[in-house]
């Protein structure tokens, strides 16, 4: 003898709040402390060790500012881009930054170029790597 039954199914009695979607602390903090960080080194290594001036501090805040909003531009569009793509933005902000900081050293563009591009090519392949092995 066959009957056919469904099954009882749970009811919650209250519904559950949705969890809350927004910039986490962590999701501009890490951009301002590389900010600071990118920021002084540009004005330590303009300034080599003689007087600080006006356009020292001037270039250490707007590098480190510009450097900060990118960084933040880039957390947040990031799971937006295919892994190729998120990879080859983080390789391009970091060859960028290591490169300018190489051309206030006082080395020709070319010779921070090629710097700039070894350093990104680099994070490139690191961050590919990471992406790749890491999402389903």
């Known amino acids: 003898m066959a009957t056919h039954a469904t099954m009882p199914t749970r009811r919650r009695a209250h519904a559950r709040t949705p969890a809350r979607r927004g910039p986490s602390p962590l999701s501009w903090a890490v951009p301002v402390a590389l900010g600071v960080i990118l920021g002084f080194w540009a004005f330590f290594i303009n300034r080599d060790g003689g007087e600080t001036t006006a356009g020292q501090i001037w270039l250490g805040v707007v590098s480190g500012v510009v450097f900060a909003a990118l960084c933040y ?64």
């Not at 902000?93 to 710097?115: E, H, K, P, Q, R």
């Not at 090519?121 to 690191?126: H, I, L, P, S, V």
């Open 73 to 136: 531009a880039l957390v947040r569009v990031r799971w937006a881009l295919p892994r190729e793509m998120r990879a080859a933005a983080f390789g391009v902000l970091t060859g960028g930054a290591v490169g300018f900081l190489s051309s206030l050293n006082g080395n020709s563009v070319l010779m921070s170029s090629v710097i700039g591009l070894v350093v990104g090519a680099g994070a490139f392949c690191t961050m590919f790597y990471t992406y790749y092995t890491r999402e389903n």
